[in-house]
Nanobody, 124 residues
Framework: VQLQASGGGLVQAGGSLRLSCAASGRTFSRYNMGWFRQAPGKEREFVAAINWRTSMTKYADSVKGRFTISRDNVKNTVYLQMDSLKPEDTAVYYC??????????????????WGQGTLVTVSS
């Protein structure tokens, strides 16, 4: 499956952005989808994931209550709505797909397909 992330940009602290990840190729609806991010000098970290069948979600503690992951299996797209953004949310955001786990994984090692990343910069 091929993934194309978009929607990044520059926003002030407290603002909002919505990232999109369009999928093509194999059956998108059968993949658990995740968002990860990587800040300069840091490792790539889990942000959110959504199950392919139930749309159950999980979040990193650092974004819980501020970010919302969702998916549209008709449009083959997964979204990350980011509200109340903080400067520490600044990173390149990557979408990813996996079909190894039942509920959707927070481990980047479970994901086989990755998008190219989109940069989010939050100014203070």
């Amino acid at each position: 499956v091929q993934l194309q992330a978009s929607g990044g940009g520059l926003v002030q602290a407290g603002g909002s952005l919505r990232l999109s990840c369009a999928a093509s190729g194999r059956t998108f609806s059968r993949y658990n989808m995740g968002w990860f991010r990587q800040a300069p000098g840091k490792e790539r970290e889990f942000v959110a994931a959504i199950n392919w069948r139930t749309s159950m979600t999980k979040y990193a503690d650092s974004v819980k209550g501020r970010f919302t992951i969702s998916r549209d299996n008709v449009k083959n797209t997964v979204y990350l709505q980011m509200d109340s953004l903080k400067p520490e949310d600044t990173a390149v955001y990557y979408c990813a797909a996996e079909d190894r786990t039942v509920y959707g994984s927070s481990s980047r090692n479970e994901y086989d397909y990755w998008g190219q990343g989109t940069l989010v910069t939050v100014s203070s």
